[in-house]
């Protein structure tokens, strides 16, 4: 079964250092998300990306953080000068449809900023 | 008021209990309701989805959901410790998910 691949898994960081967390969404997948998840709390929805454009974004998307589609087959979430609290579990999803398309997810991108 | 409320637990059972899970939510839109099991330190997946009002049963799992009163129920009979996990509910596949409940099942 086709499934969305996250890499790296584990990524550790020095705080104020860029990063970029890779996704290959599921091939015949048009929609995109982002999600991160602090430990111990919810998974909270980041970015939603659609026919090459954010589609919606939520509060915690601040000007830190920014999303690409380069080619057909990657997504990624660039964030730009890591701070302690971006320390989290980040989900890429993708969906082939909106409605009752489930969304599928990776297994994640352990993000450590010391 | 948030869109969707759902007791974080940690709610806690023994095996072979009948669990119920549950959230509530704001938007009365709302046509369709999802719910995503997620493993420790997995993503979340779709465990099963119903539309509208009622009742839909896949083995063990039932959701239910009652527009009236804005509740979406999730039972699991004969719970097994596989089942330990959080249970996020997803109305209208909103990607906004709620708290979660997360569950452990003791052999």
């Known amino acids: 079964e086709p499934e969305v691949t996250q890499t790296p898994s584990h990524q550790v960081t020095q705080m104020g250092q860029e990063v970029i967390l890779r996704c290959v969404p599921i091939s015949n997948h048009l929609y995109f998300y982002w999600y991160r998840q602090i430990l111990g709390q919810k998974v909270e929805f980041l970015v939603s990306f659609y026919n090459n454009e954010i589609s919606e974004k939520s509060e915690i998307f601040d000007d830190q953080f920014s999303v690409e589609r380069p080619d057909g087959s990657n997504f990624t979430l660039k964030i730009r000068s890591t701070k302690l609290e971006d320390s989290a579990m980040y989900f890429c999803a993708s969906s082939p449809g909106t409605g009752v398309d489930a969304l599928h997810f990776g297994n994640g991108t352990r993000l450590t900023v010391t | 008021q948030k869109e969707v409320e759902q007791d974080p637990g940690p709610l806690s059972v023994p095996e072979g209990a009948i669990v119920s899970l549950n959230c509530t939510y704001s938007?009365?839109?709302?046509?369709?309701f999802m719910w995503y099991r997620q493993y420790s330190r997995k993503g979340p997946e779709l465990l099963m989805y119903t539309y509208s009002s009622g009742n839909k049963e896949d083995g063990r799992f039932t959701a239910q959901v009652d527009k009236s009163s804005k509740y979406i129920s999730l039972f699991i009979r004969d719970s097994q410790p596989s089942d330990s996990a959080t249970y996020l509910c997803a109305p209208n596949n909103d990607m906004r998910f709620g708290a979660g409940t997360r569950l452990t099942v003791k052999p």
């Open positions: 938007n009365s839109a709302f046509q369709y």
